[in-house]
């Protein structure tokens, strides 16, 4: 069964200073990758996605991830956070079987520290 | 555009009660899908709807159920509610479920059982 790990649950970084939020995957076929944010109270937002196109891939908010097979990792970056962008990331795969069969990290708290 | 709305956003019951949760997608989405957010879980698929047919389910217990009208918007029911039953629960739509396709979600509902 696929599996996606987050590693660190809580990530705090300065105003300013480079974001690097980690995700691996478990699977044999590289599967088709996502960054979500979700805000207190709110619901998840899409960052970004890998569907196998650019193994760099560029979202929103100046949010970046690369995905590297050989490390079957998709790790979310962003230069300089801000203040903004304190929240939840959620990092999912699915392989195949449209989003029913989405698999969702178990998400990681990025505190902005001004 | 419309996003996706969930409502109620916040319910109160009690053990042994049931609940219906309501969704509507984004217009011309055909797709909708329900997920269980708790802190110990994390984000759990419970079952995906396209055009009133349950498609797919997630490994829930018989009491959580749903369904899909015509014009694409959901409700899901969860009976007997039990104390673990509290959580946030997402509803996401998409054009048609496909991998390719950008999902929404909504705001969710927070569920508390008492």
């Known amino acids: 069964a696929q599996s996606v790990t987050q590693l660190g649950s809580h990530v705090s970084v300065s105003e300013g200073a480079l974001v690097l939020l980690r995700c691996n995957y478990s699977s044999s076929v590289p599967p088709y990758l996502f960054w979500y944010v979700q805000y207190p109270n709110q619901g998840l937002q899409l960052l970004l996605k890998y569907t196998s196109a650019a193994t760099l891939v560029k979202g929103i908010n100046g949010f970046e991830a690369e995905f590297k097979k050989s490390e079957t990792s998709f790790h979310l970056t962003k230069p300089s956070a801000h203040m903004s962008d304190a929240a939840e990331y959620f990092c999912?795969?699915?392989?195949?079987?449209?989003?029913?069969?989405?698999?969702f990290g178990t998400g990681t708290k990025l505190q902005v520290i001004p | 555009k419309a996003g996706v709305t969930q409502t109620p956003r916040y319910l109160i019951k009690t053990r042994g009660q049931q609940v219906t949760l309501s969704c509507s997608p984004i217009?011309?989405?055909?797709?909708v899908s329900w997920y269980q957010q708790t802190p110990g879980q994390g984000l759990q698929f419970l079952f995906e709807y396209f055009s009133e047919t349950q498609r797919n389910k997630g490994n829930f217990p018989g009491r959580f159920s749903g369904r899909q009208f015509s014009n694409s918007r959901s409700e899901m029911n969860v009976s007997t509610l039990e104390l673990g039953d509290s959580a946030l629960y997402l509803c996401?739509?998409?054009?048609?479920?496909?991998?390719?396709?950008?999902?929404?979600f909504g705001p969710g509902t927070r569920l508390t059982v008492l």
């Open positions: 999912a795969a699915l392989n195949s079987g449209g989003y029913q069969k989405v698999t």
């Open positions: 996401a739509s998409s054009l048609a479920g496909a991998i390719t396709d950008t999902q929404y």
């Open positions: 217009s011309g989405h055909r797709s």
